[in-house]
């Protein structure tokens, strides 16, 4: 039995018809830490998508107790320095079960700046510690409207917790965003795989 709506065709036999869009994740680039100083997607992001996401596994440090951060830049630029506005919290737990909490991290936002984003802080370099999650980017191609980004990355940190940060903002800019930079606050990124989708 099918299902028709205003005379067009949206499911036949259980089958969603090849003319009605679905949205799709593409995966467009995949880059691959080595003692890079920093991980830069100098193309692809393009007004093909509305969304862009890049997904970070196993990000590890060669330095203990840095940040990983990052900026955008437009056209040609190659200053990675575009303002933004940005909150973050964080909520972690000790592995010893001695520490647990939540909070606003007021030292790790902007207002207008336009230094490297934290995105993580506290992130340790032990053999056994790293950095995975995923940073939403919107619209960056829009010549209307600032571009927004959400994040949402777990960390074994230095101190040994579970550490789960939070961070959301947008760049105050109305120009095409086409390059996106992530580094370490100090160090370089020892290892790790960042893969960039684009989501129509």
Known sequence: M???????????????????????MTLLSTLTASSSATLDFTSGLTSTYDQYIFKFINIHPATNSVKFTFQ?????????NQAITSTMFEAYHAEGDGA???????????????????????????????????LRLFNPSSSVFVKHFMSTINCSSQNDNSQNDFKAGYFNTTTALTRVRFKMSSGNIDSGIIKMYGIK
């Open 2 to 24: 099918g299902v028709i709506s205003n005379g067009t065709t949206l499911l036949d036999a259980g089958a969603i018809d090849s003319g009605i869009p679905t949205g799709a």
């Open 72 to 80: 955008t830049d437009t056209g040609t630029n190659t200053n990675y």
């Open 100 to 134: 647990q909490g939540l909070g606003y991290e007021a030292g790790h936002d902007q207002a207008q700046g336009t230094g490297f984003e934290t995105l993580v802080i506290n992130v340790g370099s032990d053999n056994d510690q790293s950095i995975s999650g995923v």
